[in-house]
């Protein structure tokens, strides 16, 4: 039936009109039979075959009527207008395609449509506003009747159309979609989120809480890779609510998923994102469908993201459906592949990173191990040394008795004297020894019972500090007084601290006999008193020789010293140059491990001296580089500094 309007059409409009519906329809066809043939896809491919198949139907009427009336020069049938059917069961099959099959499109497709409508009707409005606002302002001049108004208008809509279109089209995203998050923001988002986690509970926390704040829905988990294991376990997860706001229990925290799981190892073959949907359509799965789609049931998910890291499947993205009731868009799938790639070198760096601190917690339980072996060798060696050294200084006083009772003397008394002093320096050496050896044993069972404080062979008291160190320092210069050597002190007189007397006592004699053997006469050692913060320091400052930087991190080790035997060997205590054993600084980093204060040094060799066996004259006005006292205060020097934790 035709009106007659449509009657009055010129002919060359309605062939126009005939022409582009045509090209229209066999482009759009011609352009699924190229999906079938050529896409990866076979929901595309499925899609395409509907399609085909609908407007094969649909065309089926009209084609025959037109052959048989071609062939037989007459009409067979009452006529009616064939193309009724085509207009029917081809848009019918197309909305079955979109509906059953398009998943991920519909919704870009509607929104741009809408958008375009509503633009269209805008415009539309717009030059119809334009013009009667126009007519009534310039009626009388008949400017309304020249083409350059509507080429003004033309150029309004070339400059306006796209921030118009923008603007509404995001207005129809907030009305119909609930579309929350800005696309390029939450990739950002993502970036800056997990670049930096190197814990597999906080990635998973942080992959699980980006997807749900930006994609709202009812439930998701995170599954990694559990090599160990060989299963996919869960390290975040959201839990279902009831309509009241209760938490829906979940088994999913105590289950895992195998890796030889047949859902699985789909997914590692395919390394793209499955739906439900997949599941039921696409002829990947159909093999074990039924598998499949109770996995996915077992898991509330409709959705399932692989997280890949060089084409090894290492985690899932599982999420459940949205709360508005929607299906995922793909600006949602675009953004939740982003989520997956970033998630799975979050999860690589974690792995390496857990590695690594694997590997130094394993060298670090064989350094104890190693620890413990040279302590027991160092202990059995002390008891060894012990009895035989008991015997030989017996022998040693009996054949001096004897030889001695001769006359003259078989062997003079300056050679026993000697033997007797190195003994005694044994002797030293192996009570020393045994000392740091249970020292080291007592912290290591109070590390283990975790009940270090709690030993009551010391006595804490509260110490006022200027005038204690001043006391050690008087009784040090009385020791030393053969020595030109200058010691002060300095600092806060108000210090005040909480610690047993006899211990700080025995670590500064111990300092600052150091810093004396250590500084030519006419040096100076200073003793310093400060606080920084919540930190008291006691700091020995003496302006001698120096530690080279080889020896300066062995010199907490024990049983070390920077001298050779020979050069200290005949030396008395505060001599120049008398050396020591190192059991000492052993002893005090010992005691700031137990009773919880720090001990450090800083040092610089002298420039004049710079190895252990170029020798200072022990003065420095015999020095041949220093012209006074302050070349060798410049030289070098050392600082010992104790670090008292105070609240």
């Given at each position: ?121 805008s415009v539309g409005g717009g030059y119809a506003l334009f013009i009667f606002l126009t ?247 002390s008891h060894e040394l012990r009895t035989p050294l008991s015997v030989v200084q017996g ?101 005040a601290l909480s610690m047993d007397s006899k211990i700080l006592e025995e670590i500064l ?139």
């Open positions: 039936w035709v009106t007659p309007e449509m009657a009055n059409v010129p002919r060359v409009w309605s062939l126009v009109l005939t022409v582009y519906l045509a090209l229209s329809l066999f482009f759009f066809l011609a352009s699924c039979v190229q999906l079938w043939i050529t896409s990866s896809s076979e929901i595309t491919k499925l899609r395409s075959k509907i399609i085909l198949l609908g407007a094969a139907i649909s065309a089926s009427i009209p084609l025959s009527e037109t052959v048989m009336n071609t062939v037989l020069q007459k009409h067979l049938v009452p006529s009616f207008n064939y193309y009724l059917p085509f207009l029917v069961i081809f848009p019918t099959f197309v909305g079955y395609s979109i509906v059953k099959h398009n998943l991920f499109d519909i919704d870009a497709i509607i929104k741009r449509t809408y958008g375009y409508i509503v633009t269209t009707g007519n009534l302002a310039f009626e009388k001049f008949g400017f309304t009747k020249s083409p350059i108004l509507h080429f003004i208008f033309i150029l309004g809509v070339v400059f306006f159309f796209n921030p118009i279109r923008n603007q509404i089209q995001r207005l129809i995203d907030r009305t119909f979609y609930r579309l929350e998050y800005d696309y390029r923001e939450a990739i950002q988002r993502i970036s800056d989120s997990l670049r930096s986690l190197l814990n597999f509970d906080e990635i998973g926390r942080r992959i699980i809480d980006i997807a749900s704040s930006t994609l709202f829905m009812e439930w998701g988990c995170i599954l990694i890779e559990n090599a160990n294991e060989k299963s996919y376990l869960p390290i975040a997860w959201i839990e279902k609510r009831d309509p009241l706001g209760h938490p829906i229990p979940l088994s999913l925290s105590k289950e895992f998923i195998r890796e030889d799981d047949p859902l699985i190892q789909r997914i590692a073959r395919r390394k793209k994102e499955v739906t439900v949907y997949d599941i039921q359509e696409d002829p990947f799965f159909f093999e074990s469908r039924e598998v499949y789609l109770e996995r996915f049931l077992n898991l509330d998910a409709v959705l399932i993201v692989p997280i890949i890291y060089e084409e090894r499947l290492t985690g899932l993205i599982v999420l459940g459906g949205k709360k508005s009731g929607k299906f995922y868009r793909q600006e949602d799938i675009n953004l939740l592949r982003i989520l997956a790639n970033q998630g799975a070198i979050a999860i690589e760096n974690a792995r390496l990173h857990q590695a690594r601190i694997e590997v130094l917690e394993q060298s670090r339980k064989e350094l104890e191990r190693l620890n413990k072996a040279k302590s027991r060798a160092l202990d059995h060696l022998i040693t006083r009996l054949i001096k008795q004897k030889t001695q009772s001769q006359t003259p003397p078989l062997i003079k008394e300056e050679i026993y004297n000697s033997l007797e002093k190195n003994l005694n320096r044994i002797f030293e050496i192996q009570q020393e020894t045994e000392q740091i050896i249970r020292t080291y044993e007592k912290l290591e069972k109070k590390n283990n019972s975790k009940t270090i404080g709690r030993d009551y062979s010391i006595s804490i008291e509260m110490i006022e500090l200027y005038p204690f160190i001043e006391h050690i320092v008087k009784r040090i210069k009385e020791e030393a007084q053969h020595r030109d050597v200058q010691i002060s002190l300095e600092g806060d007189k108000t210090l004699i111990g300092l600052i006999k150091n810093g004396v053997e250590n500084t030519p006469d006419e040096g100076m050692i200073k003793v310093i008193l400060d606080r920084k913060e919540q930190w008291i320091q006691i700091k020995v400052m003496d302006f001698g020789i120096g530690i080279t930087k080889e020896n300066q991190g062995h010199l907490f080790d024990g049983l070390f010293h920077t001298l050779d035997t020979e050069l200290y060997s005949s030396k008395k205590p505060y001599d120049f140059g008398a050396g020591g054993k190192g059991l000492d600084l052993l002893r005090f980093k010992t005691y700031a491990q137990r009773y919880g204060f720090e001990i450090s040094v800083g040092s610089e060799r002298c420039r004049y001296l710079p190895t252990d066996r170029d020798l200072c004259p022990g003065r420095i006005s015999k020095c041949p580089h220093c012209k006074n006292t302050g070349d060798c205060y410049r030289s070098g020097g050392s600082t010992f500094c104790l670090s008292f934790r105070v609240r």
